[in-house]
């Protein structure tokens, strides 16, 4: 009987608190993976339908320098669609297959197209000729090397696992060479924002080298119209400040960095706004755990006159044998 009290207690309190966890729908959620991951993501590479998805692969430059800005960017159209309509893109470098991520190579993702730092990210896509672009903003590694970006797709259709990937076209090749002397650049300690809340201002500031003049450009994603900041100096650090969000709005940002020898630009930064809750929730789960304490005792005290009351009926129905065997 003690345990069916406690296991009764500990259901109601999981049942009840079970709306404040939460799972990510549909898809497995934006991480860093290779692109052969075994099955582990959406489905085994080798038991995959063929896919009809177009990728197109494009970087803001063809070479950079140890450390450096690079900004890939793909553009995804005419993919079969599962009826939830999600699909993974992976950025890779060299072939398919284990250890492909470009962290392995020494590249750094500043910047997912989803506010992270991940080179796998999920998106759902409404309409496939449309299709969806995605950019991620990269540090290049710190040795001189080349590399080779690739692009794969995930995505179902007609109910079956179906793949792309960039791998007969060759994608991109990309040369890291040294840094040019007096050249501008970003202190390498800065981490760009990446997130904000909404109705905020969004300061960008950092530490930049050998540059005489700095501005800030920031755009709409998917939006050609760009917008220019002038950036102030203060003991070394430059800052602009990106205008509020008023919708969950995308926007992506770079620096335009110039001295008297060089003018260049950084990689572009995604930067996502999202509500921040004001409600404090502690008070809601506090309620959630007496409502469970209450349903659990109205349990207890019901299962108990039940009991007491089954009792009562066996004693009146079957009187105890010895008196009545006093009687004859």
């Known amino acids: 009987m003690r345990f069916f009290r406690v296991f009764t207690v500990i259901l109601l309190l999981g049942l009840l608190m079970a709306p404040v966890f939460e799972a990510n729908p549909g898809g497995n959620g934006d991480s860093t993976r290779d692109f052969a991951c075994g ?3 959406h489905a085994d590479p080798d038991l995959s339908a063929p896919s009809s998805a177009q990728i197109v692969l494009v970087a803001d430059r063809n070479e950079t320098f140890v450390g450096g800005p690079l900004t890939v960017t793909a553009t995804i159209t005419g993919m079969e669609l599962s009826d939830s309509r999600l699909i993974g893109v992976f950025l890779t470098v060299a072939t398919f297959g284990a250890d492909d991520s470009p962290d392995h190579a020494g590249w750094i993702i500043a910047s997912d197209p989803n506010g992270g730092t991940s080179n796998y990210i999920e998106r759902h896509v409404l309409d496939a000729n449309r299709g969806v672009e995605i950019s991620w903003a990269l540090s290049a590694p710190m040795d001189e090397s080349s590399h080779t970006f690739h692009i794969g797709v995930h995505h179902g259709g007609d109910g079956i696992a179906r793949l792309a990937s960039t791998e007969a076209s060759g994608g991109i090749d990309i040369d ?3 840094i040019p002397e007096n050249f501008p650049q970003v202190d ?3 981490q760009p924002p990446t997130m904000r809340g909404l109705g ?4 960008i500031k950092t530490v930049l080298l050998n540059v005489t003049n ?3 450009e920031w755009r709409v994603s998917g939006s050609l119209q760009t917008n220019i900041i002038e950036a102030t100096q203060e003991n070394n650090v430059w800052n602009a400040s990106l205008p509020a969000a008023l919708s969950p709005v995308i926007i992506e940002y770079r620096w335009l960095l110039s001295n008297e020898d060089h003018d260049t630009t950084t990689a572009w930064t995604t930067l ?3 509500e921040i809750s004001s409600i404090d929730v502690n008070p809601a789960r506090i309620l959630m755990i007496a409502l469970a304490m209450s349903t659990a005792g109205l ?3 019901i299962q108990r006159r039940l009991a007491v009351s089954l009792a009562d009926s066996e004693t009146f129905e079957y009187p105890p044998r010895d008196s009545i065997e006093g009687d004859l």
């Open 39 to 41: 099955g582990a993501c």
């Open 176 to 178: 890291v060479g040294p």
């Open 188 to 190: 390498e300690s800065w």
């Open 200 to 203: 905020e201002e969004t300061m």
């Open 214 to 216: 700095a501005q800030l």
């Open 272 to 274: 996502s706004a999202e």
């Open 299 to 301: 349990l207890i005290g």
